[in-house]
């Protein structure tokens, strides 16, 4: 099957620094890509939906000047968390789906935890 | 038994039993929905799905149901292994649009 990347798997911040995630497809062509947070206990929220090549489209109550998002590639998308304080300490999970695929071709990297101090 | 706890409901099965996993859906537009299952620090797992001109869709030891009447859905996981411990979500999709809403999630502990 698809298989999509994460990196860092994890990563411990200072506050107030800036940290960036990545995604990657392997292999396949992600035209979309999708940035979850999830908090421990609690569920995937989206955070943003990105196109490659086109801006962002974030979900309503995230920053998008605090939560950088970058497509630049069909098989790369990066997540930069700027200023990081520690209520940004969360699991960041990203999935990609090639074209005009299904819905359940929506296939999820491993995570990146995110801790801030 | 289930128990419900600050965040996230758990339901404790023995190896061998059947497992029902509920999921409560809010929007009356999505018209198709999925299973994933996530182990401890990793990501989403597709499980099953089901488009809502179905009622029951069957896959190897799992059994989704979809009740559309009361915006309920269900994951039977049958003779539950140790290996099937993680928590499971439901997601819900309208037609037309790319995304994927989550439910709460329900961990499930499989004890042999």
């Known amino acids: 099957g698809a298989v999509v990347s994460q990196h860092p798997s994890w990563v411990i911040c200072k506050s107030g620094t800036s940290v960036k995630i990545e995604c990657r497809s392997l292999?396949?062509?992600?035209?979309?890509m999708f940035w979850y947070r999830q908090f421990p206990k609690q569920s995937l929220m989206l955070m943003a939906t990105?196109?490659?090549?086109?801006?962002?489209?974030?979900e309503q109550g995230v920053e998008k000047d605090k939560f950088l998002i970058n497509h630049a590639s069909l098989t790369l998308s990066t997540l930069t968390v700027t200023s990081a304080h520690p209520e940004d300490s969360s699991f960041y999970i990203c999935?990609?789906?090639?074209?005009?695929?299904?819905?359940?071709?929506?296939?999820f990297g491993p995570g990146t935890r995110l801790t801030v101090t | 038994g289930e128990s419900v706890g600050l965040h996230l409901p758990t339901l404790s099965v023995q190896e061998g039993d059947n497992s029902i996993i509920n999921c409560a859906y809010s929007?009356?537009?999505?018209?198709?929905f999925i299973w994933y299952k996530q182990e401890s620090g990793k990501g989403p797992q597709f499980i099953i799905d089901?488009?809502?001109?179905?009622d029951k869709r069957q896959g190897q030891r799992v059994t989704v149901l979809l009740n559309k009447t009361v915006k309920h859905l269900s994951l039977q996981i049958a003779a539950t292994q140790p290996g099937d411990s993680a928590v499971y979500f439901c997601?819900?999709?309208?037609?037309?649009?790319?995304?994927?809403?989550f439910g709460k999630g329900t961990m499930l502990l499989v004890s042999p």
């Open positions: 999935s990609a789906r090639e074209g005009l695929a299904a819905i359940y071709e929506q296939y």
């Open positions: 292999d396949f062509q992600a035209t979309t």
């Open positions: 990105s196109n490659e090549g086109s801006k962002a489209t974030y």
């Open positions: 929007n009356s537009a999505s018209d198709y």
């Open positions: 089901i488009r809502s001109n179905m």
């Open positions: 997601a819900e999709n309208i037609a037309g649009y790319s995304t994927l809403t």
